[in-house]
Nanobody
Framework: QVQLVESGGGLVQAGGSLRLSCGTS???????IGWFRQYPGKDREFVAR????????LYSLAVKGRFTISKDRAENTVYLQMDSLKPEDTAVYYC????????????WGQGTQVTVSS
């Protein structure tokens, strides 16, 4: 089992920055942590992913070059640094965990709201 808790959402003006945190606990060795976002009435979409045991990262085209995913293994925390934010980044952001590369994300946090004003 893996437990996830997001924090760091809020309101920011377009062009600004926010950093989201995903605190992890439980069986975290070798897992992959992903960030997803969800617009009202839409399915969750992938944003970024990182391995907790290595340095591989992956980003969606919509955020590549603006968002950076990183981890603090000692703190069991994964971060999503979001720069050059746009109004279309407004969504609820979730972190999720999967035990293997390419596997389904079975563990989810409660989500945190990010609102970018124009």
């Amino acid at each position: 089992q893996v437990q996830l808790v997001e924090s760091g959402g809020g309101l920011v003006q377009a062009g600004g920055s926010l950093r989201l945190s995903c605190g992890t606990s439980g069986r975290t060795d070798g897992i992959y942590i992903g960030w997803f976002r969800q617009y009202p009435g839409k399915d969750r979409e992938f944003v970024a992913r990182i391995s907790m045991s290595g340095d591989t990262t992956l980003y969606s085209l919509a955020v590549k070059g603006r968002f950076t995913i990183s981890k603090d293994r000692a703190e069991n925390t994964v971060y999503l640094q979001m720069d050059s934010l746009k109004p279309e980044d407004t969504a609820v952001y979730y972190c999720a965990a999967t035990p293997k590369f390419g596997g389904s994300f079975d563990y989810w946090g409660q989500g945190t709201q990010v609102t970018v004003s124009s």
